[in-house]
């Protein structure tokens, strides 16, 4: 049984940092793509990076040159790295996978985890 766990959310200051954790059990994580997506109240879901088995990523436009994501496959655990934060980063992050060696950001995702919530303040 696939199963994501997220955590390191909390409550920061604009221009803090954060780093987020997926920890992965139930399916060979190494063989699968990886992301992290995001939901503000009132909107709707939206990829924010995605990292392939081979480490390849992408992330999209407005965090490029702040977060970065990496996953450590001994460990079977995915990260966000969360830099200079603003307040349009609050959201709830949630981890994904998908059972391929290669995605996008736009690709479709079977497995989700809980969510960890991020708050930036001004």
């Known amino acids: 049984q696939v199963q994501l766990v997220e955590s390191g959310g909390g409550s920061v200051q604009t221009g803090g940092s954060l780093r987020l954790s997926c920890a992965a059990s139930?399916?060979?994580?190494?063989?699968?793509?990886m992301a992290w997506f995001r939901q503000a109240p009132g909107k709707g879901r939206e990829g924010v990076a995605v990292?392939?088995?081979?480490?390849?990523?992408q992330y999209t436009d407005s965090v490029k040159g702040r977060f970065t994501i990496s996953r450590d496959n001994a460990k079977n655990t995915l990260y966000l790295q969360m830099n200079s934060l603003k307040p349009e980063d609050t959201a709830m992050y949630y981890c994904?996978?998908?059972?391929?060696?290669?995605?996008?950001?736009?690709?479709?995702?079977?497995?989700w985890g809980q969510g960890t919530q991020v708050t930036v303040s001004s």
């Open positions: 139930g399916f060979s994580y190494s063989d699968y793509c």
């Open positions: 990292i392939a088995t081979h480490g390849g990523t």
């Open positions: 994904a996978a998908r059972g391929d060696y290669y995605c996008l950001i736009s690709s479709v995702y079977t497995n």
